[in-house]
């Protein structure tokens, strides 16, 4: 339930008391300022509370945006303001301020803009130093007039505009694929307002979209012909369901961190699931291509870990208010030619474009084709944009924040291993180049990986190199990771894991053993993605002691090839499979605990598709 304050009788032929309720307000009226500063006293704390003028003309669509936006403690429009929880003490100080220094407010309203309690309100609020968000209105009405022509011509401005158009057009995401932007969201958006007007979640929507992708899955796995176009006309479809719970969240102003982390899960989710459909289909057929399979979810998590890296140190994490690098300037050139935005946003193959592609050529292909052409173009993307973004990072100026170097720190996923060797590595560190850390991460990466795919399984080389791992992993986060390219690092971990895995697996040569490597490395990817959606969503990362049980990037490359050197082939199938279960568990169950009672604050991402 929410409270909204008139701080006076509404004005004569005024919707503003019905639309209030429409908007689950429950509506009460003040005779004054003094009253008003009573009622808001009053109202059960965790309630949202509004405080809005009588005399308020605007779209119910700008009402909606000011005071129904869950990610915002307090917001405020012309005529109204707004405070959650969070915001409550703020607006109670500044109403008791307002009404000490203004005395009582007439009743009925007054002739000027400086009457408005809400405006006062707002003002005081600024004077605090409390963050009040205003949202963009573009062409909605949202004012307080001051006598009845003004009145007149504000409500002839409503007349003028559809509010519901704005809503519709405003639910779809600013910044998208092609794909998506001319292929799915020309229709999803309708989906999505028949979806709110159910009464539907954005959540149900997801979860809808979950199920269809593990039902195309499913068919994928059967092997036949008819599966194969049955899954990837439901892929498409899962896809859809995806773009309009986005949407639906946006068009209704449903924000949760729990339903940012369940978009963003799912649909690796639903990837790397459709994933292993077409694996499983493919075997039935006569064909293995479990390796592809996991090199495609490899290469794509690898991908998605660049992103964020990068994103943490660059876009979040520098003292510049600008991208100062020739290569920014370069791509902001780009921009203003429209056809070249849109080849730029197709090539680095974000999902509304991947899916497209795996869907097509599920149904007119075959698996290895498909895991062949999606290599390829994801190869080729990430070499696209991370040659871009080293671009940048090179030629940039701009100091890295203590809160970038932390978050990247967490990305590392370094575990007690690292711990250990920390303190005693740190003075070397400190004396070697700025470009070590990232440096260390690789040489480190291609030595374990080059040893376990080259020497053979089983061999005592492997523990060796996952030992030098150690070191070099070590060594490359003994100090913060400030420097230009040190959002390489935690890549190239993710890189040397899920690669280790790969290549004794795929040395192993028994049955199972691929499977059991891909199940690992889904475990693990998920509480790598975890990590970085809790940082995304400002609730801090994984904790220690889960990071410390997992044992740490650089403790399960060891794990594995002290794994593969005491066992057997087919025991180490066993093994990966125990470890794979065990790693899961212990991810999810903290992760569902976390996401579910830890009362993060709403979020949103209109970040790059993924």
């Not at 209030?20 to 006293?41: K, M």
């Not at 339903?259 to 057929?285: S, V």
């Not at 291609?446 to 060796?464: H, I, K, R, S, Y």
Request: glycine share 10%; proline share 5%.
């Amino acid at each position: 339930m929410s409270t909204a304050i008139l701080t006076g009788q509404p004005v004569p032929g005024s919707s503003l008391e019905g639309d209030l309720r429409s908007l689950g307000f429950d509506v009460r009226i003040a005779s004054g300022a003094a009253e008003a500063e009573t009622l808001l006293a009053g109202v059960p704390a965790g309630q949202r509370v509004a405080v809005v003028d009588p005399r308020f003309v605007g779209h119910v669509h700008a009402l909606r945006l000011a005071l129904t936006d869950p990610r915002f403690p307090l917001a405020a429009i012309p005529g109204a303001v707004t405070a959650q929880q969070a915001g409550r003490q703020a607006l109670t100080r500044a109403m008791a301020r307002e009404n000490s220094a203004a005395g009582e407010m007439p009743a009925g309203g007054g002739t000027t803009l400086v009457d408005s309690l809400a405006d006062r309100v707002v003002a005081a609020l600024d004077t605090d130093g409390a963050e009040v968000h205003r949202p963009e209105l573009g062409s909605l009405v949202a004012t307080v007039p001051g006598d009845p022509q003004a009145r007149n011509e504000a409500r002839q401005a409503v007349a003028a505009v559809d509010d519901e158009a704005i809503r519709l057009k405003s639910a779809v995401k600013a910044r998208d694929g092609f794909f998506t932007t001319h292929l799915v969201s020309p229709y999803s958006r309708y989906i999505a307002r028949w979806c709110a007007r159910r009464g539907l979640t954005p959540n149900q929507v997801t979860t809808a979209s979950l199920l269809t992708a593990l039902i195309a899955a499913g068919c994928a796995a059967t092997g036949t012909r008819g599966g194969f176009v049955a899954a990837g006309v439901l892929l498409i479809a899962s896809f859809v369901l995806d773009c309009t719970d986005g949407q639906l969240a946006r068009y209704s102003l449903q924000y949760s961190t729990l339903g940012a982390w369940l978009d963003a899960t799912f649909d690796r989710a639903k990837e790397y699931a459709y994933y292993a459909g077409l694996a499983l289909g493919a075997a039935r057929g006569g064909d293995d291509v479990w390796a592809l399979a996991l090199g495609a979810m490899v290469l794509q998590t690898c991908r998605h870990v660049v992103d964020f890296s990068f994103n943490e140190a660059h876009v979040v994490g520098t003292d510049a208010t600008a991208n100062t690098s020739p290569t920014a300037a370069l791509s902001d050139k780009l921009d203003s030619v429209a056809w070249t935005v849109w080849v730029r946003r197709m090539i680095v193959l974000p999902i509304g474009e991947r899916w497209a592609m795996i869907a097509v050529l599920t149904a007119v292909t075959t698996p290895r084709i498909t895991f062949y052409a999606l290599l390829i173009g994801c190869a080729f993307a990430a070499t696209y944009t991370t040659a871009g973004r080293v671009l940048r990072s090179l030629t940039r100026r701009a100091r890295r924040t203590d809160r970038a170097a932390g978050a990247l720190a967490d990305l590392a996923d370094s575990g007690p291993l690292t711990e250990a060797l920390t303190g005693p590595l740190t003075n070397p560190a400190r004396r070697l180049p700025g470009f070590t850390a990232p440096a260390l991460a690789l040489l480190g990466g291609l030595a374990v990986v080059a040893t376990a795919a080259l020497t053979g399984f089983g061999g005592p080389w492997t523990v060796a190199a996952a030992c030098l791992y150690v070191l070099t992993s070590a060594l490359a986060v003994a100090r913060p990771l400030k420097g230009a390219l040190d959002w390489l690092v935690p890549p190239f971990f993710r890189a040397a894991e899920y690669g280790t895995v790969l290549a004794l697996a795929a040395g192993a040569e028994v049955n199972g053993a691929l499977p059991a490597a891909y199940g690992l490395v889904a475990a693990v990817a998920y509480h790598h993605y975890d990590t970085v959606y809790r940082i995304r969503g400002n609730a801090g990362a994984s904790p220690r002691w889960l990071v410390r049980a997992a044992g740490g990037h650089e403790g399960r490359v060891l794990a594995v090839a002290v794994l593969a050197a005491l066992l057997t082939a087919s025991q180490f199938t066993v093994a990966l499979t125990v470890l794979a279960v065990a790693v899961a568990l212990l991810v999810l169950v903290e992760s569902i605990r976390f996401w579910v009672s830890a009362g993060a604050p709403a979020v949103h991402d209109e970040g790059e598709p993924a």
